[in-house]
């Protein structure tokens, strides 16, 4: 289908983005980082953790009080090796930044190291921290909790974030190895982007207390917010598509992200107080490095990756297909259809931008869709 709506340029939306987190009380440099993450999401056409969440999920939590503009990053613990940070509520894009810089230079010097950040928020795009490790010829690997709103298996009752777990791998093609998923079916932030779409969120997906499908997606966010209701983990409910399966790497998630460095997890992280007003989040990440040259070596590695890559591809195609695709390779696609054009934005994406732009008074910015 023909793309419709406008498109913006990326040097545009960041400096928009950087200038209006500025105004909200995010130092600048913060803001650079944050700006590139959420850009990143849209450089590789997923949508549901770009542009579009950068005025509910950030400035809006910045604005009632759950979300601090400014990161003051503590390390509590460290080692050769392992680093534990305490965000203490600020930016979980800057802490994971600050993180990533750390471990990619002891894996540099050790060939593994690994991370914990609790008392954290939103860290964004999960595949931006660990292709921050691929960009220097090592093996990122990622994950986060997040708000509980995912079922255990034979369960309605939201216990367990989205919970992504990524990894992206050096190879010797235009494009890495980029796995980057939640391990639910369907994430909060593709329901919210149906929702703004006016789109049915598909059947399967979400459950409501007495275990029915849903698919109307504002009543969905609306159901899981207040606990009625549930996304489901890979493979479904139940066993017989292998539910569990999803619901241990959900689970696997959680444990690395609140266990390791001691923070909270599942209801903990709801983001409300006892009253049922908002309240911090106190989200935990976890990261780690692996540096190929203390194995068989960096080119070893990449000529291996591309060539288990490049077979798969090459693989008989079921009937009516026309090609098979390797994870980060329809990213890749993306980028180079929207690197000379910039972002689609949708008509409540530009509302919000116009009065974004009128409140912060920055009255330089004309969007080409006004």
């Known amino acids: 289908m023909a793309e419709t709506r406008p498109y913006v340029s990326f040097e545009l939306l960041n400096d928009f983005m950087v200038d209006v987190f500025e105004a909200y009380g995010v130092p600048r440099e913060d803001a650079i980082i944050c700006a590139d993450v959420l850009l990143e ?43 534990v940070m305490d965000a203490h509520d600020g930016m979980g894009m800057v802490a994971s930044y600050k ?97 703004r779409s006016g789109k049915d969120t598909p059947k399967g997906c979400v459950i409501n207390e007495d275990g029915e499908t849903m698919t109307d997606s504002a009543e969905i966010l609306k159901q899981i917010r207040s606990g009625h209701g549930a996304l489901l983990p890979l493979g479904g409910p139940g066993e017989e598509t292998g539910g569990f399966k999803g619901y241990g790497f959900t689970t696997v998630v959680e444990i690395l992200s609140a266990a390791l460095a001691g923070g909270p997890s599942m209801k903990e992280l709801n983001g409300k107080d006892e009253n049922g007003n908002p309240a911090m989040y106190h989200l935990g990440h976890f990261f780690f490095v692996i540096n190929p040259e203390f194995f068989m070596g960096l080119e070893t590695f990449q000529k291996t990756t591309g060539d288990i890559l490049r077979g798969l591809r090459a693989s008989k195609k079921a009937p009516g297909q026309e090609r098979i695709y390797t994870a980060g390779e329809k990213e890749y696609m993306a980028w180079l259809e929207r690197k000379d054009k910039g972002v689609p934005i949708g008509e409540s994406i530009q509302k919000e931008f116009v009065e974004l732009r009128d409140r912060c008074k920055l009255t330089k910015y004309k969007f080409p869709f006004e």
């Open 41 to 83: 999401s849209d450089r590789r056409g997923i949508e549901s953790h770009g542009c579009n969440r950068f005025k509910p999920i950030y400035l809006d939590r910045i604005k009632n009080g759950t979300l601090k503009p400014k990161t003051e990053i503590e390390i509590v613990k460290e080692t050769p090796t392992t680093i």
């Open 99 to 195: 993180m990533m810089e750390k471990l990619i230079e002891k894996a540099r010097v050790y060939g593994m190291a690994g991370g914990t950040i609790f008392n954290s928020t939103h860290y964004g795009i999960a595949g931006y921290w660990s292709t921050m490790a691929e960009k220097e010829g090592m093996i990122g690997i990622t994950g986060t909790n997040a708000r509980p709103s995912v079922a255990p298996t034979f369960g309605v009752e939201p216990m367990l974030g989205t919970n992504p777990m990524t990894f992206t791998m050096p190879t010797d093609e235009d494009f890495p190895f980029n796995f980057d998923c939640a391990t639910s079916i369907v994430q909060n932030g593709k329901i919210e982007y149906y929702a």
